[in-house]
């Protein structure tokens, strides 16, 4: 198995030469539905004599003409498409393949593939260099230009709509009296009671085992970590921590530095 | 697969298959006609995603629990973020562009980038055929546009408006990027002694071209310091024998490129500040500095320039070339600082100084570059007034000036030979490297000690009317009679008298000191020798 990343050069090696074909997204679709091996069409290369230029068209097979999600049965994807053939240019174009699944498929130019169990990532082949350019173009016909239309006028329709409505909509907020969350609330509020002032040492307990997950608190969060009240609570902290009023950390309370040892820090502890 | 026979062209049919069950993904690789990328010539390849962009896009990871963290902060990030509406792109594996190293380290490296909207409108499928005549259409899953990547250093955008702007100004284009490796060098701290060593040498000829951002005008000439004249000698170099700059380009612009670094900063500032300003002869550099000037400014034209400076390049090359296969480090830094000085015209001034104080603190392996100093001035010696002391073209131009010059880049040398003789009883690395440099250029040039009549004995300052041979004979005669400086011998034998061109002057002589091996002794801060019977 080669590595990650290792590109196989079989394909450059053998020069082997493919075409590009730009085809309409309507063939293509077609193409996707084909059944079986996935015959499509068939393709007839004309050669005019010695010097001419090959024809080739492209006559795509009877039952993929069919397009789905229309309800005209008149309109339906034509056939017969020449191919207008061009040169690659200045460009080099290569291809390449990744097989990203997991499963490596060793392919030389369209032999059988040989399936093997992947252990590494993509696959990275080089397949190709393209030696000839072509756009499939559909032959006009009626029902090509029936089809274009309603394409046209599919893409026209705007992604939103604004409707009219006849009535009130009622479904969604009906009055109550009292919303459900705010009755948990009162309830709550009720059965937990004022917090009461435990134990400083306790409450130093608390306060220490938090400042050991996290440097900068705001009081608040203290407030409900450790459930006092927050006068006494701003008395001890004033006692242990420092208030930050600027800097990053705005608005925190952090232990003195005597009380810390954090990572990298110096140690004293309390 | 069919094939039919039909009329009078010749028509094939072949069934077209899209196969369903692929894995695989077809992809575009496009490469630049310009280019020129042959796929079949690549004998490995690797390729992979370019991740880089991934750490822009993911989360910033900040340490959790431990000091500067803060209770909720997570929380409190997205809910800021969700407040003004910050939507961050995902990271896509699939849009990465990728690298793509060919024939591994050393080969080519291209880097491909996606190209949007391929298979929006429409869908590409390649088209291959199958052994058994069918072919077999595969959709297009991305096309990449491949461009390869530039190994060579190239300049930022600010060094490119740099040098936009100053492009009517440099000659030499080379040293542009020898320049910007210098500065990264100094940087990094590397140690450039080695690349002193071999680029000393070369800095010579690359001297001009390293440190030279110079304008050939004639302001500039005058002002041209030791490292103009070599500046001016490697752009002579350059338009004439670019062959030998080439060669030597590298590592002297590598010397250079700190030297003219450096010198430019200072230039800069102290443009037009010293025009007028009168100064000594103090330092070889200086004197050096005013002979190539003036060659140049006799000249007045680029041309005649170049062809003087050519010679001089040639004559520097040779010098270079022994200088080589010595390696000396310090020489090499010598030449190279003094190159780079040169080649800004601006820093002029500085540079003589620097050469100056150059010349004085590395007196070991000075000799070389004494040497080429030497080889530099005397073509000079035409004409510049002293590079230090006017700006503005005054040019005294006197054969005095010349000596003096030449004799500041001989005291130079000679007082590197000192400090070659003082560590070691015999010659130092440094010293006989010196020497040889000089026997080399003395043996190129015709050897004086066969010539005539040595000189009479004459006073320091009384120039001799008669002709006057450049004889060990002569030159011990006035070492005995009483001490003298570098400077002061080469006043003595003046090209004029002497027949001989001022480096080779400079060759002959430090070859006689070496031979001789006067005792040195310091009058005044310079080294004089004489000799006792």
Known sequence: MSEKGEVDLTGAKQNTGVWLVKVPKYLSQQWAKATGRGDVGKLRICKKGNQGKAEVSFTLNEELTVIDGIEDKTVSAPRDHPFTMQTVGGQMLAVFTENSSGQSEERSDGSSSVSGAGAGPDKIALEGVVVQRAECRPAVSESYMRLKRLQIEELAKPVRLSQQLDRVVTSNYKPVANHTYNLEYERKKKEDGKRARADKQQVLDMLFSAFEKHQFYNIKDLVDITKQPVIYLKEILRDIGIYNVKGTHKNTWELKPEYRHYQGEEKTDE | MTSLGSSSSSATEYTVRVPKNTSKKYNLMAFNAGDKVNCSTWTQARMER???????????????????????????????????????????????????????????????????????????YIFTQCPDGAFEAFPVHGWYNFTPQAKHRTLTAEEAEEEWGRRNKVVNHFSIMLQRRFREQERGGDDDDDENEKSGKKKKKGGGRGGDLRIHDLEEDLEMSSDDSDSSLGDDGESKTKSKKDTGKGKAKKKKKRKSSDKEALEDSDDGDYEGLEVDYMSDESSSDEEPEKGKISKG??????????????????????????????EEEEEGKKTPVQTEKKKKKDSSGESESSDD????????????????????????????????GSRPGTPSIDSASTSNTLRAAASKLEQGKRPTPGPSADSPAAKRLKMEPSSQSPAPSGKSTPQPPSGKSTPSSSDVQLTEEAVRRYLIRKPMTTKDLLKKFQTKRTGLSSEQTVNVLAQILKRLNPERKNVNDKMHFYLTE
């Open chain 2, 361 to 392: 603190s590395d007196i070991d392996g000075e000799t070389a570059s004494a040497l080429f100093m030497k080889k530099r001035t005397p073509p000079k010696r035409g004409g510049r007034g002293s590079a230090g002391s006017s700006r503005t």
């Open chain 2, 301 to 330: 034209e680029d041309h005649p320039k170049g062809i003087d400076e050519a010679s001089e390049s040639e004559e520097e090359s040779e010098e270079e070339k022994p200088n080589e296969e010595e390696a000396k480090e310090e």
């Open chain 2, 50 to 124: 370019d991740m880089s962009g991934r750490r822009i896009y993911g989360d910033e990871e900040t340490a959790d629990g431990a000091a500067g963290s803060e209770f909720g902060k997570k929380q409190r990030e997205e809910a800021r973020r969700k407040k003004f509406g910050i939507v961050k792109r995902e990271f896509k594996v699939e849009d990465q562009p990728w690298i793509l190293k060919v024939n591994g380290k050393a080969g080519k490296r291209f880097k491909g980038l996606k190209k949007g909207g391929v298979t929006e409108n429409a869908s590409y």
